[in-house]
């Protein structure tokens, strides 16, 4: 079992729409989640994190976290063409790295 | 400001030469850290520098020497590498170890 767990898509879905990013992790020690966004060719980038069971919104962006199912989501609403990206997801815990996951990657059609 | 920058943006070096990346930031921040990324997949930790010691070393081949000469700098040398150390080479900083990282835009290596 992958310690961090993403599908790797492609997600599509319509400008405007809400897009749902999801991510499961195996150590339940897990203690910090965070979301990066990756474009082509460029380095990741942050743009959410969430310490503590629940929602937690940045504009378009809310981020999501369940400890007792150990998932975290992210929603991005009123998608747009300039959202399609590969989304990393990452956890840190008890080691002392974030382990990432492969990356979901979202395509958003106008 | 959180800005991470790193030089060159883009390196194409030989089997036998010696070359450095070099990562700067000026957040205050007392973590620093070296990644590899190869294409399509996630980045994969190389090193971790808290307070300017090294703290984490992931096993990575001693052709790879990293050196943090104060709070603000982090260079990676580079000597005898093969061609599949091919990769972008990302910078990231954080206010202390474990807390969230900023990126850096990487450095393009090519290994001919």
């Known amino acids: 079992q992958k310690e961090v767990e993403q599908n790797s898509g492609p997600l599509s879905v319509p400008e405007g729409a809400i897009a749902s990013l999801n991510c499961t992790y195996s150590?339940?020690?897990?203690?910090?989640f965070f979301w990066y966004r990756q474009y082509s060719g460029k380095s990741p980038e942050l743009i959410m994190f969430i310490y503590s069971n629940g929602d937690k919104e940045d504009g378009r962006f809310t981020a999501q976290l369940n400890k007792a199912s150990q998932y975290v989501s992210l929603l991005i609403r009123d998608s747009q063409p300039s959202d399609s990206a590969t989304y990393l997801c990452?956890?840190?815990?008890?080691?002392?790295?974030?382990?990432f996951g492969t990356g979901t990657r979202l395509q958003v059609f106008p | 400001d959180t800005e991470v920058t790193q030089t060159p943006k883009h390196l194409v070096m030989g089997m036998t030469n010696k070359k450095s990346l070099k990562c700067e930031q000026h957040?205050?921040?007392?973590?620093m850290y070296w990644y590899k990324q190869k294409a399509k997949k996630p980045p994969e930790l190389m090193f971790v520098?808290?307070?300017?010691?090294?703290?984490i070393n992931e096993s990575v081949p001693s052709r790879f020497s990293p050196e943090c000469p104060n709070s603000s700098l982090l260079n990676l040398h580079l000597h005898a590498l093969q061609p599949e150390d091919s990769a972008l080479y990302l910078c990231a900083s954080s206010q202390r170890f474990r807390d969230e990282q900023y990126f850096g835009p990487g450095t393009r290596l090519t290994v001919t």
């Open positions: 150590d339940r020690g897990s203690q910090s």
């Open positions: 957040m205050g921040h007392r973590a």
């Open positions: 990452a956890v840190g815990g008890n080691t002392d790295k974030l382990i």
């Open positions: 520098y808290s307070y300017e010691k090294l703290s």
